[in-house]
């Protein structure tokens, strides 16, 4: 199983910017899509943005495109997330984990620990 440790997280007002984190421990990371999802208060767990192995293709959900950019290094095994114009409705525990593909975006391994974002109004 890979490990996954988020980062990154914070308290930011509403259309504030974060960078979000994802080390991964697995050495083939570079070979596998990686996808970032969130866990609002009372909600269930939704996908946010998926990447390829290269980096080439993307794909977000309809209510972050145009604000998240998902980005991944593979010589630091890390994936990242780069939030802007960010709103009290992003506010949720943001998870990564690999996904099969950007086009199946479930997970693969168990989550970690996740990184809280808060964003007020």
């Known amino acids: 199983q890979v490990q996954l440790v988020e980062s990154g997280g914070g308290l930011v007002q509403a259309g504030g910017s974060l960078r979000l984190s994802c080390a991964a421990s697995e050495r083939t990371f570079s070979t596998n899509s990686m996808g970032w999802f969130r866990q609002a208060p009372g909600k269930e767990r939704e996908f946010v943005a998926a990447?390829?192995?290269?980096?080439?293709?993307?794909k977000y959900a309809d209510s972050v495109k145009g604000r998240f950019t998902i980005s991944r290094d593979n010589a630091k095994n890390t994936v990242y997330l780069q939030m802007n114009s960010l709103k009290p409705e992003d506010t949720a525990v943001y998870y990564c984990?690999?996904?099969?593909?950007?086009?199946?975006?479930?997970?693969?391994?168990?989550w970690g620990q996740g990184t809280l974002v808060t964003v007020s109004s």
């Open positions: 990447i390829n192995w290269s980096g080439k293709i993307v």
């Open positions: 984990n690999r996904v099969p593909a950007t086009t199946i975006v479930s997970a693969l391994d168990a």
